[in-house]
């Protein structure tokens, strides 16, 4: 297949894993404040920004394509992800504020610090997902 259209398929799929898992989470936010289930939801959320990245680079590299290429799809498709991630990020934020009874301006996750260190943390990502692409293939 073509790096764009892994991107766009793994990204795509990532993208909707994630949201489907944060909608979970503010589905379950008002009703148990214990740290268990945040502790699965992270381990989760965890699991996926490496799985899916990991995935559409074991394609790359199976299609014949160098390390490079594959790192460059797997930080595609984290993009993809984590774009997803700042789009409902502010639903979760307002959540989390009401059920602790928080009143008042909320900080914004488009500001260039969060943008910033999520770029960074999709490079990372996107390197390790490519790291145990490249092991297991």
């Not at 909608?23 to 490496?50: C, D, E, K």
């Not at 502010?90 to 260039?112: D, E, M």
């Amino acid at each position: 297949m073509n790096s764009l259209v892994d991107i766009v398929l793994f990204g795509v799929i990532g993208a909707v894993m994630l949201a489907a898992l944060l909608g979970l989470m503010l589905l379950t936010t008002g009703r148990s404040q214990g740290q268990g289930l945040r502790a699965v939801f992270g381990v989760a959320s965890t699991i996926l920004l490496i799985a899916v990245p990991a995935l559409a680079a074991a394609q790359a590299l199976g299609s014949g394509q160098g390390f490079p290429q594959a790192l460059a799809t797997a930080f595609g498709v984290e993009v993809i992800i984590f774009a997803a991630n700042l789009a409902l990020m502010p639903a979760v934020v307002r959540r989390a504020a009401a059920a602790q009874g928080v009143t008042g301006p909320l900080p914004s996750p488009l500001s260039p610090i969060p943008l910033i260190g999520g770029l960074v943390s999709c490079a990372l990502l996107a390197l390790v997902g490519t790291g145990i692409a490249a092991i297991v293939s």
